[in-house]
């Protein structure tokens, strides 16, 4: 695997590279990225993940300096997984200089669900995902379902501006006992661990009344709600969205999507799950 550290190199090997599929992460890499990889491979004749960790997206007391850096582990999954090459800048090279004063700004629902608690994050997302996207120049991308919204965002973003990038949705890995795979759950002690599949429970439980065929979405969101801050979570949101365009959703929705992100001590977990009926 080559290890690639200037915008100019990365731009020289995407030249010989033929069909490129790309992961952007921001490292501290679990079985999650690795699945993003793996339907990389399946795109492409090269894959390049990058790893970078983007302070534009970090909001205030968002620990931007305690994000773990794991660059010699990560390096060894990436070469047994059968990466061809890693993009790993540091910030003069992807900001050169220094402050970014143009940014990509996402449209209302950047303010909406995760957005409403971490004000610029997606703007931040965009943003940084825009250069990663011009200097690697891959055909394809892989994004994880795990961060829907973030998803949606870059999927609406290479709509709009027409960016000649298929992006790939993948579906969420999970443990065995069905929490998502996340770099946050290394924050979690073993009491929370064992408590945190809670969430995925409560998002099953509103995808069961849905197929049931209940429209009273508020219901369903106050019952998982209740039941999260009654165990000691602290509940962002707990929210029945419309799959497509992640817009309110109405009585009678039939591809829909329900979102959460709820705090466990002091680490805050998203999930989600689609409800096609
Ligand atoms: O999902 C992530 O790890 C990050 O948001 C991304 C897409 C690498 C942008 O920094």
């Known amino acids: 695997m080559e290890i690639i550290r200037s915008v100019a190199d990365m731009r020289a090997w995407r030249k010989q590279a033929g069909k490129l599929a790309f992961v952007p992460t921001m490292g501290n890499l679990h079985e999650g990225h690795l699945k993003l990889v793996k339907a990389a491979r399946e795109q492409a004749d090269k894959v390049v993940v990058s790893i970078f960790v983007n302070r534009l997206q970090f909001g205030q007391g968002e620990d931007f300096d305690a994000y773990?850096?794991?660059?010699?582990?990560?390096?060894?999954?990436?070469?047994?997984?059968?990466?061809?090459?890693?993009f790993f800048p540091d910030e003069r090279e992807l900001y050169p200089r220094v402050k970014q004063d143009f940014n990509v700004e996402p449209p209302h629902i950047q303010n909406e669900l995760c957005g409403a608690f971490r004000p610029g994050h997606f703007r931040g997302v965009a943003t940084v995902v825009t250069k990663l996207f011009n200097i690697v120049q891959p055909d394809v991308a892989c994004f994880g379902k795990k961060d829907y919204q973030q998803l949606h965002v870059i999927q609406a973003m290479v709509d709009d501006l027409n960016s000649p990038i298929a992006i790939v949705p993948v579906d969420t890995g999970r443990a065995d006992d069905g929490l998502a795979l996340s770099s946050r759950n290394g924050y979690l002690s073993a009491e929370e661990r064992a408590e945190a599949p809670r969430l995925y429970?409560?998002?099953?439980?509103?995808?069961?009344?849905?197929?049931?065929?209940?429209?009273?979405?508020a219901a369903l969101e106050k019952t998982a709600r209740d039941d999260l801050s009654a165990a000691g979570w602290v509940v962002d949101y707990v929210e029945v969205r419309q799959a497509d365009t992640l817009e309110i959703?109405?009585?009678?929705?039939?591809?829909?999507?329900?979102?959460?992100?709820?705090?466990?001590g002091k680490t805050r977990l998203i999930d989600n799950i689609e409800v096609f009926r």
């Open 68 to 86: 773990p850096r794991t660059f010699e582990s990560d390096c060894e999954k990436l070469r047994a997984a059968g990466v061809d090459a890693l």
């Open 249 to 264: 959703a109405h009585a009678g929705e039939k591809r829909l999507v329900v979102l959460a992100a709820a705090r466990l």
């Open 201 to 217: 429970r409560n998002l099953c439980a509103i995808r069961d009344g849905l197929l049931a065929g209940s429209h009273d979405y």
